[in-house]
T-cell receptor
Framework: AQSVTQPDIHITVSEGASLELRCNYS??????LFWYVQSPGQGLQLLLK??????LVQGIKGFEAEFKRSQSSFNLRKPSVHWSDAAEYFC??????????????FGKGTHLIIQP | EPEVTQTPSHQVTQMGQEVILRCVPI?????FYWYRQILGQKVEFLVS????????KSEIFDDQFSVERPDGSNFTLKIRSTKLEDSAMYFC??????????FGPGTRLTVT
């Protein structure tokens, strides 16, 4: 069975500083990986996805993530955070392409706090 | 940009009552999903639906849950006899084949 671990429950970063949110996955084959962001009271917005190919993927809002098979990781990064980035971030893994009929398995999320 | 919509945004019901949560997926999508998120916990997959039948379901999706696509646009989740532990945010999602899932804004279900 697939699983996702986000080891950091909370992270506090100063505005303008760089950010890295950690995600480790467990899956028997090549995974399909996603990062979603959830603002308070809102739904889940897709930031970026990895299906295959280039292991460094670019997403919306200046985010990027790097797939490292040897470390079973898919960490999310941003070079300079903005106050509006404060939200809950979820890493997810899918057995297929994220479509088909495959349900996604989510991590528990990392709550990002931006301090002025 | 097309989006998944869900109604109502908040539903309060008494224990033992039936509730129906409604979703309108993106119009050209073929795959539909329900997830739930208990307050403070992770998002959990419930069920996926394709070609008018359930494709995959989790162990959470027991006999008290059912899904239906009653017409060409709506996708519903029914909980037959709600329990206190059904209180959660319920998210609908949809996708085209071989693409990522778009999520709706969620319905907060409160069972009292």
């Amino acid at each position: 069975a697939q699983s996702v671990t986000q080891p950091d429950i909370h992270i506090t970063v100063s505005e303008g500083a760089s950010l890295e949110l950690r995600c480790n996955y467990s899956y028997g084959a090549t995974p399909y990986l996603f990062w979603y962001v959830q603002s308070p009271g809102q739904g889940l917005q897709l930031l970026l996805k990895y299906f295959s190919g280039d292991t460094l993927v670019q997403g919306i809002k200046g985010f990027e993530a790097e797939f490292k098979r040897s470390q079973s990781s898919f960490n999310l990064r941003k070079p300079s955070v903005h106050w509006s980035d404060a939200a809950e971030y979820f890493c997810a893994v899918g057995a297929g392409s994220g479509g088909g009929a495959d349900g996604l398995t989510f991590g528990k999320g990392t709550h990002l706090i931006i301090q002025p | 940009e097309p989006e998944v919509t869900q109604t109502p945004s908040h539903q309060v019901t008494q224990m033992g009552q039936e509730v129906i949560l409604r979703c309108v997926p993106i119009s050209n999508h073929l795959y539909f999903y329900w997830y739930r998120q208990i307050l403070g916990q992770k998002v959990e997959f419930l069920v996926s639906f394709y070609n008018n039948e359930i494709s995959e379901k989790s162990e959470i999706f027991d006999d008290q849950f059912s899904v239906e696509r009653p017409d060409g646009s709506n996708f519903t989740l029914k909980i037959r006899s709600t329990k206190l532990e059904d209180s959660a945010m319920y998210f609908c999602a949809s996708s085209e084949a071989a693409s990522w899932q778009y999520f709706g804004p969620g319905t907060r279900l409160t069972v009292t």
